[in-house]
C-alpha cells in the first residue's frame, strides 16, 4: 500500500531558531500518524541535524534534505553530496524542485544521477516535475512531464522505482496562491500513474506515492488529497505556518 505523504518544503527561510520554533510546535501538536502516513521536513541543509534529532522518536516524521550533488565528492565548493546526508541519517530529499531547474539549471540527466545517487545510499528522492505555464497554454502538459519521468526515472527497475517519491508540481502554481482545481491535479496523477504503469507494470505503478504541490493550504488540502491518485502534498509556503502544515497532515488519507 503506497504511504500518504505531507512534505513541507522550507526552501531558504527560517534562522535557526524560527525552524526550531516551528518543528517544536508541530512535533509537539498530538498528531496521530497511521501506518500508511508521514510527515517529512525538508529543512535548509545547516539544520538538518537539528532537525532530525527533534523528530527523533516521531514514528512517521522524517527529515529531508532539499538538494543533493550529481557527483558523489571532490571539488564541488559549497555542494551537498549523498554521503553526506547518508552520514547525518537523512534517509529522504528532494530532487529536481523547478527552482533547481531554473535558477541552478538541473538537467534531467543530471537528475537521473541524482536519483541513482540517493538510492544507493537507501535515500528516498522525492522527484519533482512539472510543467510551466507556457505549456499547460499548449495543452501539452502531459507529454512534457512524461519526458521528465521517462528522462529521469525510466532507467530504474521495477523494485528502485517503488522507492521513488513522485511530486507532480505546476510551475505556474507554486507560491503563486494559484493551485490547481482537485480535478487538474487528479488528471495529471492519473496520467502520470498510467505512464508509469506503461513501463513498469500496474502493480508498480500502484505502489508509487505521487504527491501534489503547488499553494496547498490548510484550506483546500482536503478536497486535494481525497482525490483517488493524490497521495499527499509537497508543500512550500503553508509549511512555514505550524497550524497550517498540522492541517494539511490531518487531511492525509
Ligand atoms: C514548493 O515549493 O514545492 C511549493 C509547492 O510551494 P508552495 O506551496 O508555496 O506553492
Redesign the pocket.
Known amino acids: 500500500m503506497r504511504k500518504q505523504i505531507a512534505a513541507a518544503?522550507w526552501?531558504m527561510n527560517n534562522t535557526l531558531e524560527e525552524g526550531t520554533k516551528l518543528l517544536n510546535e508541530i512535533v509537539g501538536s498530538g498528531l496521530q500518524l497511521s501506518d500508511n502516513q508521514c510527515a517529512i521536513f525538508a529543512v535548509p541543509s545547516p539544520y538538518l541535524i537539528s532537525a532530525d534529532q527533534q523528530v527523533a522518536g516521531n514514528s512517521n516524521m522524517f527529515v529531508a534534505a532539499q538538494n543533493c550533488h550529481h557527483k558523489t565528492s571532490g571539488a564541488y565548493t559549497g555542494e551537498v553530496s549523498v554521503d553526506m546526508l547518508a552520514s547525518i541519517n537523512i534517509h529522504y530529499c528532494l530532487v529536481g524542485?523547478s527552482?533547481r531547474r531554473e535558477y541552478f539549471a538541473e538537467s534531467n540527466q543530471q537528475l537521473a544521477e541524482k536519483v541513482d545517487l540517493c538510492l544507493s545510499k537507501e535515500i528516498t528522492p522525492i522527484f519533482?516535475c512539472g510543467e510551466p505555464l507556457s505549456i499547460r497554454d499548449e495543452n501539452i502538459q502531459n507529454d512534457y512531464v512524461a519526458v521528465q519521468l521517462n528522462e529521469s526515472l525510466f532507467h530504474l527497475d521495477a523494485d528502485a522505482i517503488q522507492k521513488v517519491v513522485i511530486a507532480y508540481?505546476p510551475i505556474w502554481?507554486?507560491?503563486?496562491g494559484k493551485t490547481a482545481t482537485a480535478a487538474q491535479a487528479q488528471e495529471m496523477h492519473a496520467h502520470i500513474r498510467s505512464v508509469l504503469a506503461n513501463q513498469f507494470g500496474n502493480a508498480v505503478a500502484d505502489n508509487v506515492s505521487i504527491l501534489y504541490?503547488?499553494?496547498?493550504k490548510g484550506a483546500n488540502a482536503n478536497e486535494i488529497f481525497s482525490q483517488p491518485d493524490v497521495d499527499g502534498g509537497?508543500?512550500?509556503?503553508?509549511?512555514l505556518i505550524a497550524s497550517e502544515f498540522v492541517q494539511i497532515i490531518k487531511a492525509l488519507k
Open positions: 518544503n526552501k524542485h527552482e519533482c508540481e502554481a507554486i507560491g503563486t504541490g503547488g499553494s496547498v509537497l508543500v512550500g509556503g503553508a509549511s
